[in-house]
Protein backbone atom coordinates (compact mmCIF):
# COMPACT_ATOMS: atom_id res chain seq x y z
CA UNK A 1 0.00 0.00 0.00
CA UNK A 2 0.86 3.32 -0.96
CA UNK A 3 2.67 5.33 2.06
CA UNK A 4 0.44 8.57 2.42
CA UNK A 5 1.62 9.01 5.80
CA UNK A 6 3.16 13.25 4.19
CA UNK A 7 -0.46 14.06 3.32
CA UNK A 8 -3.33 15.19 5.63
CA UNK A 9 -6.36 13.31 6.31
CA UNK A 10 -9.55 14.21 3.87
CA UNK A 11 -11.95 16.46 5.15
CA UNK A 12 -15.11 17.88 4.37
CA UNK A 13 -14.74 20.79 1.84
CA UNK A 14 -17.22 23.66 2.21
CA UNK A 15 -16.86 24.50 -1.59
CA UNK A 16 -15.92 22.43 -4.81
CA UNK A 17 -16.74 23.49 -8.36
CA UNK A 18 -15.83 22.85 -11.88
CA UNK A 19 -12.77 25.29 -11.51
CA UNK A 20 -11.30 23.28 -8.71
CA UNK A 21 -11.57 19.97 -11.02
CA UNK A 22 -10.32 21.49 -14.11
CA UNK A 23 -7.17 22.56 -12.03
CA UNK A 24 -6.58 19.23 -10.43
CA UNK A 25 -6.53 17.73 -14.24
CA UNK A 26 -4.05 20.30 -15.68
CA UNK A 27 -6.27 22.23 -17.47
CA UNK A 28 -7.95 19.87 -19.31
CA UNK A 29 -11.17 20.54 -20.65
CA UNK A 30 -12.03 17.09 -19.84
CA UNK A 31 -10.35 15.92 -16.87
CA UNK A 32 -12.58 12.44 -16.77
CA UNK A 33 -12.11 11.54 -19.95
CA UNK A 34 -15.73 10.93 -20.59
CA UNK A 35 -17.15 14.19 -22.39
CA UNK A 36 -17.40 12.00 -25.89
CA UNK A 37 -20.12 9.78 -23.77
CA UNK A 38 -22.73 12.57 -23.23
CA UNK A 39 -25.04 11.95 -20.73
CA UNK A 40 -26.22 14.32 -17.45
CA UNK A 41 -24.14 13.57 -14.55
CA UNK A 42 -25.59 14.47 -10.62
CA UNK A 43 -23.86 17.06 -9.13
CA UNK A 44 -22.07 15.80 -6.09
CA UNK A 45 -24.14 16.68 -2.32
CA UNK A 46 -20.96 16.71 0.03
CA UNK A 47 -17.55 16.95 -0.99
CA UNK A 48 -13.91 15.13 0.56
CA UNK A 49 -10.48 16.55 -0.08
CA UNK A 50 -7.11 16.12 0.52
CA UNK A 51 -5.32 19.85 1.67
CA UNK A 52 -1.25 19.38 0.81
CA UNK A 53 0.76 22.80 1.05
CA UNK A 54 -2.29 25.37 1.19
CA UNK A 55 -4.65 23.63 -1.78
CA UNK A 56 -7.11 20.83 -2.20
CA UNK A 57 -4.57 18.09 -4.24
CA UNK A 58 -7.45 15.08 -4.15
CA UNK A 59 -11.14 15.20 -4.12
CA UNK A 60 -14.00 12.65 -4.00
CA UNK A 61 -17.62 13.67 -4.20
CA UNK A 62 -20.87 11.56 -2.41
CA UNK A 63 -24.50 11.57 -2.86
CA UNK A 64 -27.33 9.37 -1.43
CA UNK A 65 -29.20 7.77 -4.27
CA UNK A 66 -31.87 5.02 -4.23
CA UNK A 67 -30.91 2.16 -6.23
CA UNK A 68 -33.22 -1.12 -6.93
CA UNK A 69 -31.93 -4.58 -7.61
CA UNK A 70 -33.51 -7.60 -8.21
CA UNK A 71 -36.44 -6.72 -6.36
CA UNK A 72 -35.18 -4.92 -3.27
CA UNK A 73 -34.54 -1.73 -3.06
CA UNK A 74 -32.32 0.49 -1.12
CA UNK A 75 -30.21 3.67 -0.94
CA UNK A 76 -26.50 3.76 -1.70
CA UNK A 77 -22.94 6.23 -1.25
CA UNK A 78 -22.44 7.51 -5.18
CA UNK A 79 -19.12 8.24 -5.33
CA UNK A 80 -17.92 10.32 -8.14
CA UNK A 81 -15.97 13.08 -9.34
CA UNK A 82 -12.46 10.99 -7.91
CA UNK A 83 -9.82 13.56 -9.05
CA UNK A 84 -5.98 13.63 -7.91
CA UNK A 85 -3.51 16.40 -8.80
CA UNK A 86 -2.35 15.44 -12.14
CA UNK A 87 1.57 16.32 -10.50
CA UNK A 88 0.82 13.86 -7.58
CA UNK A 89 -1.19 10.48 -9.20
CA UNK A 90 0.59 7.36 -8.17
CA UNK A 91 1.25 8.04 -4.18
CA UNK A 92 -1.73 6.63 -2.70
CA UNK A 93 -3.89 9.97 -2.80
CA UNK A 94 -6.67 8.16 -4.52
CA UNK A 95 -6.92 5.48 -1.96
CA UNK A 96 -7.08 8.26 0.85
CA UNK A 97 -9.77 10.74 -0.63
CA UNK A 98 -11.78 7.93 -1.28
CA UNK A 99 -11.64 6.22 2.09
CA UNK A 100 -12.70 9.70 3.01
CA UNK A 101 -15.93 9.60 1.43
CA UNK A 102 -16.81 6.33 2.24
CA UNK A 103 -16.04 6.96 5.77
CA UNK A 104 -18.74 9.95 6.17
CA UNK A 105 -21.28 7.31 4.03
CA UNK A 106 -20.68 5.20 6.79
CA UNK A 107 -21.40 7.57 9.22
CA UNK A 108 -24.61 8.21 7.54
CA UNK A 109 -25.37 4.41 7.79
CA UNK A 110 -25.09 3.68 3.97
CA UNK A 111 -24.24 -0.23 4.15
CA UNK A 112 -22.80 -0.59 0.16
CA UNK A 113 -21.51 2.49 -2.20
CA UNK A 114 -21.88 2.90 -6.10
CA UNK A 115 -19.56 4.07 -8.73
CA UNK A 116 -18.73 4.45 -12.32
CA UNK A 117 -16.01 4.34 -14.28
CA UNK A 118 -13.80 3.84 -17.77
CA UNK A 119 -12.42 0.17 -17.85
CA UNK A 120 -9.01 1.24 -17.70
CA UNK A 121 -9.58 2.63 -13.99
CA UNK A 122 -11.64 -0.78 -12.99
CA UNK A 123 -8.35 -2.31 -11.95
CA UNK A 124 -7.43 0.45 -9.58
CA UNK A 125 -11.14 0.23 -7.93
CA UNK A 126 -10.82 -3.16 -7.71
CA UNK A 127 -7.29 -3.25 -6.17
CA UNK A 128 -9.32 -0.91 -3.18
CA UNK A 129 -11.83 -3.55 -2.81
CA UNK A 130 -14.67 -2.76 -5.44
CA UNK A 131 -16.78 -5.26 -7.41
CA UNK A 132 -17.39 -5.00 -10.63
CA UNK A 133 -21.21 -5.48 -11.50
CA UNK A 134 -21.66 -7.56 -14.70
CA UNK A 135 -24.63 -5.52 -16.72
CA UNK A 136 -24.45 -2.20 -17.39
CA UNK A 137 -26.96 0.20 -14.72
CA UNK A 138 -30.29 1.96 -15.71
CA UNK A 139 -29.94 5.46 -14.43
CA UNK A 140 -32.33 8.08 -15.22
CA UNK A 141 -31.55 10.99 -17.54
CA UNK A 142 -33.45 13.68 -18.44
CA UNK A 143 -35.53 12.05 -21.85
CA UNK A 144 -36.10 8.68 -19.48
CA UNK A 145 -34.38 6.10 -17.81
CA UNK A 146 -30.80 5.20 -20.03
CA UNK A 147 -27.87 2.67 -19.19
CA UNK A 148 -24.96 4.63 -17.98
CA UNK A 149 -22.22 4.25 -21.09
CA UNK A 150 -19.29 3.53 -17.80
CA UNK A 151 -18.80 0.15 -15.86
CA UNK A 152 -20.11 0.20 -12.63
CA UNK A 153 -18.26 -1.13 -9.37
CA UNK A 154 -19.84 -1.26 -5.47
CA UNK A 155 -18.00 -1.94 -2.28
CA UNK A 156 -19.52 -2.89 0.97
CA UNK A 157 -19.39 -0.53 4.02
CA UNK A 158 -20.20 -3.10 6.39
CA UNK A 159 -18.51 -6.25 6.97
CA UNK A 160 -22.66 -8.24 6.09
CA UNK A 161 -23.23 -6.00 3.24
CA UNK A 162 -23.90 -7.90 -0.17
CA UNK A 163 -25.21 -7.28 -3.51
CA UNK A 164 -28.12 -8.85 -4.46
CA UNK A 165 -28.16 -10.63 -8.35
CA UNK A 166 -30.09 -9.06 -10.90
CA UNK A 167 -30.64 -5.79 -13.35
CA UNK A 168 -29.40 -2.63 -11.09
CA UNK A 169 -32.01 0.46 -11.61
CA UNK A 170 -30.14 3.68 -10.16
CA UNK A 171 -33.18 6.01 -9.54
CA UNK A 172 -30.92 9.52 -9.87
CA UNK A 173 -29.06 10.36 -12.54
CA UNK A 174 -25.64 8.86 -12.61
CA UNK A 175 -22.85 10.62 -10.11
C1 LIG B 1 -7.71 7.71 -11.35
C2 LIG B 1 -6.97 8.59 -10.32
C3 LIG B 1 -8.05 9.25 -9.41
C4 LIG B 1 -6.05 7.71 -9.47
O1 LIG B 1 -5.42 8.52 -8.49
P1 LIG B 1 -4.02 8.10 -7.79
O2 LIG B 1 -3.82 9.01 -6.63
O3 LIG B 1 -2.97 8.00 -8.81
O4 LIG B 1 -4.38 6.64 -7.25
P2 LIG B 1 -3.69 5.94 -6.00
O5 LIG B 1 -2.22 6.20 -6.04
O6 LIG B 1 -4.41 6.28 -4.75
O7 LIG B 1 -3.95 4.42 -6.33
C5 LIG B 1 -4.78 3.63 -5.53
C6 LIG B 1 -4.27 2.21 -5.52
O8 LIG B 1 -4.55 1.60 -6.78
C7 LIG B 1 -3.38 0.99 -7.28
N1 LIG B 1 -3.47 1.03 -8.72
C8 LIG B 1 -3.30 2.09 -9.53
N2 LIG B 1 -3.49 1.72 -10.81
C9 LIG B 1 -3.78 0.40 -10.78
C10 LIG B 1 -4.06 -0.56 -11.78
N3 LIG B 1 -4.11 -0.23 -13.07
N4 LIG B 1 -4.31 -1.82 -11.40
C11 LIG B 1 -4.29 -2.18 -10.09
N5 LIG B 1 -4.02 -1.30 -9.09
C12 LIG B 1 -3.76 -0.03 -9.45
C13 LIG B 1 -2.25 1.82 -6.72
O9 LIG B 1 -1.04 1.09 -6.70
C14 LIG B 1 -2.78 2.09 -5.33
O10 LIG B 1 -2.59 0.96 -4.53
P3 LIG B 1 -1.91 1.03 -3.07
O11 LIG B 1 -2.59 2.15 -2.32
O12 LIG B 1 -2.18 -0.32 -2.50
O13 LIG B 1 -0.46 1.32 -3.33
C15 LIG B 1 -6.10 9.67 -11.03
O14 LIG B 1 -5.29 9.05 -12.01
C16 LIG B 1 -6.92 10.77 -11.69
O15 LIG B 1 -7.22 11.79 -11.06
N6 LIG B 1 -7.27 10.58 -12.97
C17 LIG B 1 -8.07 11.57 -13.72
C18 LIG B 1 -9.52 11.61 -13.24
C19 LIG B 1 -10.17 10.24 -13.23
O16 LIG B 1 -10.06 9.47 -14.19
N7 LIG B 1 -10.85 9.93 -12.13
C20 LIG B 1 -11.51 8.64 -11.94
C21 LIG B 1 -12.96 8.78 -12.19
S1 LIG B 1 -13.77 7.21 -11.94
Known amino acids: MSDTRQFAEPTELADWGWPDIQALGGG ?3 PFETASLGGTWRPKDRHFGVWHEGRVVAHAGFVVAPVEVGGQR ?8 VIVDASLRGHGLARLVVAG ?7 EGLERALLFC ?18 PVVADQPD ?16 EAGW ?3 PVRLHSLPM
Request: glycine share 12%; no cysteine.
Open 74 to 81: FDVAGIGG
Open 118 to 135: LPDRAPLYAHLGWYALPE
Open 101 to 107: ALAAARA
Open 164 to 166: PDG
Open 28 to 30: SAD
Open 144 to 159: GPAPVPLGAMWTPLTP
